[in-house]
């Protein structure tokens, strides 16, 4: 039986029938009901703009989520408790009127969850009509990114929210904060010695993050051609990464102070200027090849596309932390779209031994290396060094990892998806996994000075095939450090 105590609540998805609740938030509120996890009083309420038989939506729902759920976690008497908590309102969400019906819903007692799978441009207009009807006091707002696409929209964006909801009860999603993995870092650092006290300039040569993309552009051309790849994983997953991977101990496990540390290495990245962009930065869009084996097209040939699009579809970078910790230390970041392989993780480079002892042909074996695994499969590896077995080796090295996987290691523990986490810990009240309006406002600052200076210079994206690791400035960019890219085939 689960441990943790859950109120009971309404949960509102606003945008209930769009791909993100279909896809993922509706499987992750049944994941949890089938765990124990949500209060037998919870609620939930599909709303959407689309009118008709709300049997028929939710009967479309119910569609979706037996699909999205894995056959053999699908149990028929749990699909029917889920089924029974939910109802669907038609309403306009920038109408008044419509959320008295919302009013009739939620009750007098519970509190309520406000999940905003919307544009961000109506996020303000929602929050102003939960307020006019009564419902802002007893509300948590999640907010889905992209929270603006610079900092001044940013701004406006959390400034209309913050007219009517205090830091407190807004939630920020960034999904990546919800994977197993990614949590782990912090126990991995801080309850370890053998890693905290060697987690500084001292003893780590570089640090790479690689987020990479099988997938093209999936229908969302709308979106993402005004998005592109910076500000689409950039400007959040991979800096939020970079952040638990660079902050100082936090005083306690406490939002607040986890995020006061990732403020502090955000304020800490040095400016990339235009004139540093061609050694720094390598912007790249995928043009016609290859996906397992079948030929796939390009960006500007995706249906529905502009064929004079300069949008970045790939982008390599090196970041430069400005404090004690990190000087010297290079994170190089790595993201694109019609990658060879979907991957993310983090490699965290440790500095040679400072005398060597062995035969010099092997010295390029050299160097530990701590492996993050954070998909497909999570896992965290330690790269070391040991002698090869048998008689005729004498001290012939080799280099193998001391693993732990963990769908091998849990085996009878489900991993749970990064939205289950996420959904659960709003329900509790707890914003460690969470994004402050501050975290954004300087992660947008960052970010806008290299859109500014690809703009000052005309810089337009490298093309690079469809199925390879982006254009070949992403290799030059590490290797003019006498690196390279850790696992590139």
């Known amino acids: 039986m689960p441990t943790i105590s859950v109120d009971s609540c309404t949960i509102a998805l ?15 509120l049944y994941q949890l009901d089938r765990a124990g996890l949500l209060n037998p009083e919870t609620r939930i309420l599909a709303l959407a703009r689309e009118g008709g038989e709300a049997q028929q939506h939710l009967s479309s729902i119910e569609q979706h989520l037996c699909r999205h759920v894995p056959a053999g976690e699908v149990d028929a008497a749990v699909l029917q408790r889920f089924l029974a908590r939910l109802s669907y309102l038609s309403m306009d969400f920038l109408e008044v009127d419509a959320y008295e019906t919302l009013v009739d819903q939620v009750g007098g007692a519970q509190s309520l969850i406000a999940y905003f799978a ?8 929602i929050c102003a009509n939960l307020a006019r009807v009564g419902l802002a006091e007893r509300t948590r707002v999640v907010l889905e990114k992209p929270i603006g696409h610079d900092l001044e929209s940013s701004r406006a964006v959390n400034d209309a929210v913050a007219e009517y909801f205090p830091e407190s009860r807004v939630y ?62 950039i400007q959040n997953h991979l800096l939020q990464l970079l952040c638990l991977i660079a902050m100082d101990p936090p005083s306690d496990l406490s939002a607040n102070s986890i995020r006061d540390e990732k403020v502090k290495v955000l304020k800490a990245l040095a400016p990339i200027t235009a004139e540093q962009l061609g050694r720094q930065v390598v912007r790249g869009q995928y043009v016609a090849g290859s996906s397992d084996g079948k030929a796939v097209p390009g960006y500007l040939e995706e249906e529905n596309s502009n064929t004079q699009s300069d949008t970045e579809t790939f982008v390599a970078l090196r970041a430069d932390i400005r404090n004690w910790r990190w000087a010297g230390v290079p994170f190089y970041l790595r993201t694109g779209k019609r990658m060879p392989q979907k991957l993310s993780q983090i490699v965290i480079h440790f500095k040679e031994p400072p005398h060597y002892i062995f035969a010099p042909e092997q010295r390029q074996l050299i160097g530990n290396k701590l492996i993050i695994r954070l998909q497909p499969d999570e896992g965290i590896a330690l790269q070391v060094m040991t002698k090869d077995q048998g008689l005729d080796k004498g001290m012939h090295l080799r ?9 091998d290691t849990y085996r009878s523990a489900r991993i749970p998806d990064a939205y289950e986490r996420l959904l659960l810990e709003v329900m509790r009240g707890n914003q460690n996994l969470f ?46 450090d006498g690196r390279s890219w850790y696992g590139d085939l």
């Not at 919307?118 to 207009?125: D, F, K």
């Open 14 to 28: 606003f945008g209930a029938l769009g791909d993100l609740a279909l896809r993922k938030l509706f499987p992750a």
């Open 118 to 125: 919307t544009p961000a441009s109506v996020y303000g207009g």
């Open 172 to 233: 920020r999603i960034d999904h990546y904060l919800g994977k197993e993995t990614v949590q782990n870092l912090i126990a991995l650092r801080f309850a370890n010695s053998l890693f905290e006290t060697q987690w500084n300039q001292n003893f780590i040569s570089h640090v790479e993050i690689t987020v990479a993309e099988k997938v093209g552009i999936e229908g969302r051309w709308g979106y993402f051609d005004q998005a592109g790849q910076l500000r689409d994983m």
């Open 399 to 407: 280099s193998g990892p001391l693993q732990l996987n963990f769908s």
């Open 435 to 480: 994004v402050r309006k501050d975290e954004i406002e300087h992660a947008w600052e960052w970010c806008d000075q290299l859109i500014a200076g690809w703009k000052r210079l005309g810089d337009a994206p490298k093309p690079y095939p469809a199925g390879t690791w982006g254009p070949m400035g992403a290799v030059a960019l590490i290797t003019r």
